[in-house]
Structure formats: structure tokens, C-alpha cells
């Protein structure tokens, strides 16, 4: 399997449906250098081509965080370049799973805070439950992280709110451990 057959068998339909996107993330699960075909699709110019790659990313990343090994740079030039929600949430996502230096943590933090004004709600629940994750694997990160995710507290949308009490009560037991220490 090449990268156009990946690519491929994402095409057609319409943005209701994810098309053939879990097999791909079983294909790439089961041959890793695939995942350069997935990059590839995001970065491309067909919408439903870019939301099915990064959602195919996204499943197989789950299981498989290694995956996106040697590619946060691209991973993180995605998420400043690509507005379409469909792919930004999934970004968001994926950025969890990053092993990043002390600079690339500093952009991350950029690119996540710029994604809480999104438009999309689901981009932006996506973008808080990331900070998270951030916060969680470094606290340098904390502070910040806690105002922003208070903040969602007040937000317009009922998800957003939703998912920052969820991640309020997160960050408290992560405070509540750092204070034992």
C-alpha cells in the first residue's frame, strides 16, 4: 500500500461521513510508514480528504502515541496553518500524544490558546482537554492552564463548560498531589 491508495480510499462522499477512515488507521497501525501518507492528506488540498487523514491519525494514535514519533514539527506547523474544524480538533487531540521539547511545549501552548477562540465548539473543548494534558505532563504549565480552563467555565457553550468543570476537578487533584509533594 502506497500513499496514494491511502489517500484514495479517503475520497468521496461528504463531511457526514468519516468514509473509510478507521481501516486506514488499522493499515497504518499495522505499517507505521504509512503515517508520512496521513501528514500528506492533512496537508493537501481536498477537505474531505484532510478531515478523514486526521481523523485515520487520530484512531491510530490512540493505541499507538509512537506513531507520531519525529513528527510534532509538522504535527505543530498543522495546527498554525489548518483552519478547517474538522481537522483542528483532531490536532488538538493529537497534540496530547506529542513527546515535545521545552520550545515546542511554549508553541503548543500558543496554537491551543489560539484554538479556544475558535469558532467550533468541538475544537474548543478539544483545545482545553490538550492544555490539560500539558499541564498534567509538566506543571510549569499549571497556572496558566488553570485560568484558561476556568475561564471556559463562563463560556457561551454548554460542551465547553461542561468539559471545564470535568477539567477543573482534574487540575484540582493534580494541585492537591503537587501540595502533598
Known sequence: MDELQILQMLEGGDRRSVGRAAEVAELVRADPALVGALFAGMEGDD?????RTADALEKASNSRPELLTGYAERLLNLMATQPQQEVAWHLAQLAGRLELTEAQQARLFELLESYLSH????????ALEALTGLAERSEKWLPLVWKLVNAGLESESPAV?????KLVRRLTRLLESEEER
Not at 47 to 51: A, D, G, K, N, Q
Not at 119 to 126: E, F, G, L, N
Open 119 to 126: 469558532k467550533s465548539r468541538i475544537v474548543r473543548v478539544h
Open 161 to 165: 463548560r461542561a468539559r471545564s468543570r
Open 47 to 51: 477537505p474531505l480528504v484532510r478531515m
